[in-house]
């Protein structure tokens, strides 16, 4: 018999029960040593075996992997690209950015055929906003990071891709409250990086190359990390609205221009690529097919008449 501290309550416990207490207490015990014996010899018998569940570990994942890759392949239209080496060069036949399929629909995403690294080792990519040139970069990079990866690509079969030692992409806007960086000067610190540790091993993708700050400067600059990329040999294609860099291509070796294709009639752009065609920005045509001021527009073409002529 046991009393609170003030006296007013009084606790019984029968020997019966205290006699039960035990017997319940001392199997708890017991099924908690069996159960340590267990794992104890469990874990023996798995370390004893840890070499070959290891490597059947990795026939399992890799088994999961190819799996997956085939039912990917299917639902997407993949295929497994050859896989060559840098002098051979790059050759896209009808590719699409797996994360538009996903959005739009195969059949609604238009394809990409592109050549890349044999004839010429930079593309210079010029049209329309919302044309389609970010996408064209987004759209090589994701099929030659799945292909280095040994991963299917969102492509025809008979599709080359390359071996490379880094994938470099300066796309968006690199601006940053947090270290004090605009817009152009974001875009040179990635671009700085690039020319720290690309070789002629590594692919490189521009977007908005040279933008951000005076046009005449920003050019200047573009031009020169262009031809500082040529000189290394690396695989580069840069997009721009630069009127100079359009045409700093034409006439360099190992270099090719290319275009969106842009319907003036409907104002509609096409999202296909034309290469060896230099493209205009058709900056007004977007403007009025969004539906911009009319008085404004009307005032911006007469600006742009007068300053081509």
């Given amino acids: 018999v046991e009393r609170s ?26 099924i908690e040593r069996i159960e340590q014996e267990i794992l104890r010899e469990l874990s023996l018998k798995v370390l004893r075996y840890a070499e070959k569940i290891k490597i059947f570990s990795n026939i399992v994942v890799n088994l999961d992997v190819a799996i997956s890759c085939c039912e990917w392949s299917s639902l997407v239209g993949a ?4 896989l060559a080496e840098r002098e051979s060069g790059i050759n896209l ?5 797996p994360g538009l399929i996903k959005k739009i629909g195969l059949e609604q995403a238009e394809p990409l055929s592109l050549r890349l690294g044999d004839a010429y080792d930079l593309l210079v ?3 329309p906003n919302t044309g389609g040139k970010t996408l064209v970069l987004k759209t ?9 990866c040994g991963l299917p690509i969102c492509a025809n079969s008979g599709s080359q891709l390359v071996w490379v030692d880094k994938i470099f992409a300066d796309l968006g806007d ?14 040179l610190v990635r671009i700085q990086n690039v020319l720290t540790e ?17 046009p005449e400067e920003g050019t200047a600059i573009g031009q020169a990390v262009l031809e500082n990329l040529l000189e290394r040999k690396s695989l580069c294609v840069a997009n721009t609205h630069l009127g100079r860099l359009k045409l700093f291509s034409i006439n360099v070796e190992r270099a090719e221009n290319a275009s969106m294709e842009f319907d003036p009639a409907d104002l509609l752009p096409k999202f296909r690529l034309l290469v060896g065609v230099p493209g205009a920005s058709h900056a007004v045509e977007v403007a009025e097919g969004i539906g911009f001021d009319s008085a404004v527009l009307a005032r911006a073409r007469e600006l742009a008449s007068r300053e081509s002529n």
Wanted: aromatic content about 8%; hydrophobic content about 35%.
């Fill in 93 to 97: 036949h009808q590719a699409r950015h």
């Fill in 125 to 127: 990519v010029t049209g």
């Fill in 198 to 214: 690309a070789s002629s091993s590594s692919l490189i993708l521009l977007d908005e190359l040279g933008t951000g700050t005076d």
């Fill in 5 to 30: 501290q003030s006296g007013d309550t009084f606790y019984v416990e029968p020997s019966s029960v205290m006699e039960l207490h035990n017997q319940i207490t001392e199997l708890i015990f017991k």
């Fill in 140 to 148: 090589l990079g994701v099929a030659t990071w799945m292909a280095n």
């Fill in 174 to 187: 690199a601006q940053s409250i947090e270290q004090s960086l605009s817009t152009f000067s974001g875009h």
């Fill in 79 to 82: 295929s497994y690209p050859f």
